[in-house]
Nanobody, 122 residues
Framework: QVQLVESGGGLVQAGGSLRLSCAAS????????VGWFRQAPGKEREFVAR????????YIANSVKGRFTISVDNAKNTVYLQMNSLKPEDTAVYFC???????????????WGQGTQVTVSS
């Protein structure tokens, strides 16, 4: 089965940047889509961005559009989430996940990483 490991989170001051990584192993052709989600304490898990492993399509949530970008390094089986101009409201645990179909719905994703904490201070 697919195994995903996120990294790159940390404590950043507002306006700063972070790059999150999602390293994948054992991925299947059917799980062709990778998504980033985030979850703050007491809130639902929220869609952030998605991309195909082939990099043929990428989508960014309106809440982070213009600040976040998603990309794939196929040689390393790794998906990145570049986060710029970070705001305190971006504070959350960030997860990557894979799905067989492109979707912003967390219920469509079958494999998940453990998450990495991002904290943005004022």
């Amino acid at each position: 089965q697919v195994q995903l490991v996120e990294s790159g989170g940390g404590l950043v001051q507002a306006g700063g940047s972070l790059r999150l990584s999602c390293a994948a192993s054992g991925r299947s052709v059917s799980n062709a889509n990778v998504g980033w989600f985030r979850q703050a304490p007491g809130k639902e898990r929220e869609f952030v961005a998605r991309i195909t492993w082939s990099s043929t399509a990428a989508y960014i949530a309106n809440s982070v559009k213009g600040r976040f970008t998603i990309s794939v390094d196929n040689a390393k089986n790794t998906v990145y989430l570049q986060m710029n101009s970070l705001k305190p409201e971006d504070t959350a645990v960030y997860f990557c996940a894979t799905s067989t179909r492109p979707s912003p719905n967390r219920n469509e994703y079958d494999y998940w990483g453990q998450g990495t904490q991002v904290t943005v201070s004022s």
